[in-house]
T-cell receptor, first 109, second 112 residues
Framework: EDQVTQSPEALRLQEGESSSLNCSYT??????LFWYRQDPGKGPEFLFT???AGEEKEKERLKATLTKKESFLHITAPKPEDSATYLCAVRDYGQNFVFGPGTRLSVLP | DAGVTQSPTHLIKTRGQQVTLRCSPKSGHDTVSWYQQALGQGPQFIFQYYEEEERQRGNFPDRFSGHQFPNYSSELNVNALLLGDSALYLC???????????FGPGTRLLVL
């Protein structure tokens, strides 16, 4: 059975203090690892898709990386508007889509 | 370009009632998936519709059913509501079953 865990559960950063979020997974044939951002009471917003180990993608202050067992979302010099819950999800060869529980990020001014 | 839309935004029902939630996919998308998200948790997959048929289903009872229309829009029906069905219900659309999923704003369901 596919499993996705995320750590830490919650993270509090000062503005400008860089850090990384972790997503660990076990999956029967990875067909994609996805990162989403979710603001309270809203639907998840797509950020990145990664398909193979060694792949990296960047968008503004965010950079996602992938290994065979985990993915990292690096946040460089975060701003208060980066505060949100960051969700990781995997898709397997059976097209099953499984989400992790998320990391709640708070960036303080 | 309109994104994924869902209606209604909020809904209050009582135990035992039935509810229908609606979703219109992003333009160009033909596949719709439904998720249930309890407070503080990640979304849980309910089922996926493609070509008007249920293609995959998560671990949800058959009280949860759905439909996809020829214009790719979709409905989620929940019968015999339980208190535990209170959650944010999310619809996601994608270009094909293997495409990246884009989410709507969700419908907040409260069962009293």
């Amino acid at each position: 059975e596919d499993q996705v865990t995320q750590s830490p559960e919650a993270l509090r950063l000062q503005e400008g203090e860089s850090s990384s979020l972790n997503c660990s997974y076990t999956v029967s044939g990875l067909r994609g690892l996805f990162w989403y951002r979710q603001d309270p009471g809203k639907g998840p917003e797509f950020l990145f898709t990664l398909y193979s180990a060694g792949e990296e993608k960047e968008k503004e202050r965010l950079k996602a990386t992938l290994t065979k067992k985990e993915s990292f979302l690096h946040i460089t010099a975060p701003k208060p508007e980066d505060s949100a819950t960051y969700l990781c999800a995997v898709r397997d060869y059976g097209q099953n889509f499984v989400f992790g529980p998320g990391t709640r990020l708070s960036v303080l001014p | 370009d309109a994104g994924v839309t869902q209606s209604p935004t909020h809904l209050i029902k009582t135990r035992g009632q039935q509810v229908t939630l609606r979703c219109s996919p992003k333009s160009g998308h033909d596949t719709v998936s439904w998720y249930q998200q309890a407070l503080g948790q990640g979304p849980q997959f309910i089922f996926q519709y493609y070509e008007e048929e249920e293609r995959q289903r998560g671990n949800f009872p058959d009280r949860f059913s759905g439909h996809q229309f020829p214009n790719y829009s979709s409905e989620l029906n929940v019968n015999a509501l339980l208190l535990g069905d209170s959650a944010l219900y999310l619809c996601a659309s994608s270009p094909g079953q293997g495409g990246t999923q884009y989410f709507g704003p969700g419908t907040r369901l409260l069962v009293l």
